[in-house]
């Protein structure tokens, strides 16, 4: 840009004398172009667009039964009652709990696994590394939806459909290869000399995974903890087809049998939908500046 | 090796460890304690190993050995229990006519023909392959123009070659949000932001007096249906892109934008000629991974369209598994996944370029 040249120009040569001299204009860029305008103003309008939906369902959530046809946007009262309604009438509560155990429980079992595989995948140069971590990235390409009838007939024959303990493994199953993934690539990047160094002074090689390794890999593991509990507390299709009965579906399957088939009852919908959403925005915000690092060590590798 | 006399050679390739086995001891020949140790040994840390058996060469293959199943063989048993295992299952019963009950017949390709035949089957496969050609085109290329106008979009301040807008990190997290959401509940709120009588859209457009803008988002038209669908796929995931492609964007050395500076590139010249061709490896992952994702557009269009406006082909899939045809429900589901797999192949096949090391 031929505009740019100026502006980056006075940039190294400002403090001191010059600035008071030149005023308040001084700020190198603070001029307006329009294009800087116009870009802003889109900027902030696809923001908009995209906080747009949170605040329908926020002010969903909080209008009256007789307000929700109305065509005024904010609801003259807010009423918190919808979810105090939500929570006695339908099978909420047995959701939320379903929902609790199954990300709780496939997390821990996804830790379990994925890390000792990961640590092995990290420091060993075994026959199959290769094709172990390619099975790895294949398998995650498998939409769950084509899988769907095969795990159905697997569980039908266990007769496991409708338990909380077949939404844990399908779950833990299908978070395993992100989290080996990452996990991989966090140990890989720890220096292997520091768990030689360890085990020089007498500690075993378990001792020095567990003492050394695996504190330096922590916010590798705290990323993938967290994007999988994530990932299993949002999870929709298997929860619609591994179980049948209303008590035993997770949250996200609960919320649409709101959706009937003539009526929608908006705000007691959009009240249970803030019960699913709260936890996830909590722990979305303890990661959210590892989301890059994990996201970069998982996929551009 | 057994037999080979050792006494002299010390063998370069273990670290001598402590008193060098003079001979094997064949494995038949061990005394019985020894044989249990070794057993034990199995199960049990180093320590509580006798020293005879710790030092025997035997030992360290058995230790190499022992991680590998500790460590690799559960996750493997998870990959074929819950992937790989129902993946052949579905091949198989594509070929019965199970139906729920105990039986399921061999019925040779009969599910296929009736695929080919199904009106309706060709009818939803038309607005899958739509989502999967145009949802990736869209999405990707407002990921790349955000995450570059998040990178790269500021001013030139400082003397920087480049440098992000204000404010980057918000952006990254308002678009980024979507995805840590269940698309379940992207898809319920979505059908309340389209609803035609109390929807924020209508409304909207009301607001600012467009009212002749005003539409039946998802239950009128085909095309306009279709439409909605991609934006709210494309909304959900364009986050993940813009963070991915910041990344990705970030990785390049600031030495070849000021080179490019220096020779008079605009912002325009700089994305085509130095950006995109940097990232392009990043860029074809993300192309595969949202076209499986576009593909697979289950629950947003189960939740959110209503059913005489679209129907797509995982939807037409569900639709069958409920009704108990299961046999023709897998066989749908085989054609998915083999549908996504010419397609990542082809994007490789197109996408393929030189590879730029930086």
């Known amino acids: 840009m031929a505009t740019a040249t100026p502006t980056a120009g006075t940039g190294p040569v400002k403090e001191g004398s010059a600035g008071s001299a030149r005023g308040p204009a001084r700020k190198p860029g603070r001029t307006f172009r329009p294009r800087t305008l116009v870009l802003t103003a889109v900027a902030w309008l696809l923001a908009a667009l995209f906080l747009a939906p949170y605040l329908e369902m926020i002010v969903t959530a909080l209008r009256p039964a007789d307000e929700l046809r109305d065509r005024t946007y904010l609801p003259d009262k807010l009423d918190w009652a919808n979810f105090v309604d939500v929570w006695r009438e339908s099978s909420l509560g047995d959701n939320l709990q379903v929902t609790l155990l199954v990300a709780g429980g496939s997390t821990i079992l996804v830790l379990l696994v994925s890390l000792p595989a990961a640590y092995y995948t990290a420091r060993m140069r075994f026959k199959g590394r290769k094709w172990f971590l390619l099975l790895v990235l294949v398998t995650q390409m498998f939409q769950p939806t084509a899988l769907l009838v095969g795990l159905y007939r697997e569980f039908y024959q266990l007769d496991m459909l409708n338990s909380v303990w077949t939404l844990i493994l399908t779950n833990a199953a299908f978070n395993l290869a992100f989290a080996v993934w990452i996990l991989t690539a966090y140990i890989g990047s720890i220096p292997q000399e520091l768990e030689e160094a360890a085990m020089v002074d007498g500690t075993s090689r378990f001792g020095a995974m567990i003492k050394v390794t695996l504190p330096l890999a922590l916010p590798g593991v705290v990323t993938a903890v967290i994007f999988t509990f994530i990932s299993a507390w949002n999870e929709f299709v298997m929860g619609l087809t591994l179980s049948t009965e209303p008590e035993s579906q997770p949250l996200t399957v609960g919320i649409n049998n709101f959706i009937g088939a003539y009526t929608v009852q908006w705000n007691y919908l959009f009240a249970a939908s803030v019960v699913a959403i709260v936890p996830v925005i909590i722990l979305f915000a303890f990661i959210e500046r590892h989301v890059v690092s994990g996201l970069t060590a998982g996929s551009v590798k | ?358």
């Open chain 2, 1 to 358: 090796m057994p037999g080979e006399d050792q006494s002299g050679v010390k063998t370069r390739k273990e670290p001598v460890t402590g008193p060098v086995t003079q001979k094997m001891v064949p494995w038949r020949s061990l005394p019985l304690g020894d044989k249990l140790a070794f057993t034990a040994a199995v199960l049990l840390p180093p320590r509580f190993t006798p020293e005879r058996v710790r030092y025997d060469r035997r030992y360290r293959t058995l230790d190499k050995y022992r991680f590998i199943v500790g460590f690799l063989i559960l996750p493997l048993v998870f990959y074929a229990v819950f992937v790989i295992s129902p993946f052949f299952q579905a091949i198989y019963y594509s070929f019965t006519d199970w139906a729920g009950g105990a039986t399921a017949n061999f019925v040779g390709g009969d599910n296929y023909v009736k695929m080919w035949n199904d009106e309706k089957f060709w009818d939803s496969l038309r607005s899958s392959l739509l989502l999967l050609v145009v949802v990736p085109l869209i999405t990707l290329a407002l990921g790349i123009f955000l995450a570059y106008m998040i990178t790269a979009g500021g001013r030139h301040r400082r003397g920087e070659a480049i440098s992000g807008v204000f404010g980057s990190s918000f952006y990254k997290v308002v678009y980024f949000f979507p995805q840590v959401l269940s698309i379940a509940l992207i898809a319920v709120v979505w059908q309340q932001v389209y609803s035609s009588r109390s929807g924020l859209l209508n409304g909207a457009l009301g607001a600012v007096g467009l009212d002749g803008l005003e539409q039946r988002w998802l239950g009128g038209d085909y095309k306009l249906a279709l439409f909605s669908t991609m934006a709210v796929i494309a909304w959900s995931f364009v986050g993940f892109y813009v963070v991915l492609f910041s990344a990705a964007m970030g990785a390049i050395p600031k030495d070849i934008y000021e080179a490019a500076l220096l020779d008079g590139a605009g912002r325009t010249t700089t994305f085509f000629r130095v950006t995109l061709p940097l990232i392009w490896d990043t860029v074809r992952t993300g192309w595969i991974y949202m076209g499986i994702q576009a593909l697979d557009a289950f629950a947003v269009v189960l939740i959110m369209v209503p059913k005489h406006a679209l129907k797509v082909t995982p939807v037409y899939l569900y639709e069958r598994f409920r009704e108990g045809q299961f046999g023709y429900a897998t066989a749908i589901g085989v054609v998915l996944l083999a549908l996504s797999m010419v397609f990542t192949l082809v994007v490789m096949r197109i996408g393929r370029r030189d590879r730029i090391e930086y």
